[in-house]
């Protein structure tokens, strides 16, 4: 794993990225200690089509409990009173 300072990332940005893509981690660092790590992103599906989604609901079927109450039981409190 490599390391860089902040400076150089700022300094470096298109590089740096090229070298992680290419699959390289890199560690950053902010007066010597190490303050983040930039990662490759895994590849691989992202998103699930919907009719797949479905597909997959209706083979699982529904729901066996009161999803309600067991969502109030685990989570009791809202946001309701809070301001948008």
Not at 11 to 30: F, K, M, P, Q, Y
Not at 46 to 59: K, T
């Amino acid at each position: 794993m490599s390391e860089i300072a902040a400076r150089d990332l700022r300094n470096r940005t298109a590089e740096i990225l090229r070298r992680v893509e290419a699959g390289e981690e890199i560690d950053v660092l902010r007066d010597n200690r190490p303050v983040a790590r930039i990662i490759p992103m895994r590849s691989g599906r992202r998103w699930i089509p919907a009719e797949e989604v479905i597909s997959q609901l209706e083979r699982i079927g529904p729901y066996p409990g009161d999803l309600r109450s067991e969502l109030r039981e685990v989570m009791p409190d809202t946001t309701d009173d809070l301001r948008w």
